[in-house]
């Protein structure tokens, strides 16, 4: 199985930028593709970005221009650099990858 652990997440005024982290441990052999998703109160949880082995991105249209999902410099990690973000980006943000997922890390944006 994959564990999945999130960091960097925390309180930044609209504008500013976060970049958040997952790393990945137990059987990474078995990740072909990894997503960040998102989920705020009182709403369901949405796909923010994703990421195949290949390099091949998708992201959800209200994040795109501001959020870029990559692979870390090691090998089992992955990144969400969140740029001119906006009160309505906050939530949990999660990562998955092999059908498992994180424990969600909160991203709050106020002034």
């Known amino acids: 199985q994959v564990q999945l652990v999130e960091s960097g997440g925390g309180l930044v005024q609209p504008g500013g930028s976060l970049r958040l982290s997952c790393a990945a441990s137990?059987?990474?052999?078995?990740?072909?593709?990894m997503g960040w998703y998102r989920q705020a109160p009182g709403n369901e949880r949405e796909m923010v970005a994703t990421i195949s082995t290949l390099g091949a991105t998708n992201y959800a249209d209200s994040v795109k221009g501001r959020f870029f999902i990559s692979r870390g410099n090691a090998k089992n990690t992955w990144l969400l650099q969140m740029n001119a973000l906006k009160p309505e980006d906050t939530a949990v943000y999660y990562c998955q990858a092999a059908g498992r997922w994180g424990q969600g890390t909160q991203v709050t944006v106020s002034s």
């Open positions: 137990g059987s990474i052999y078995s990740i072909n593709a």
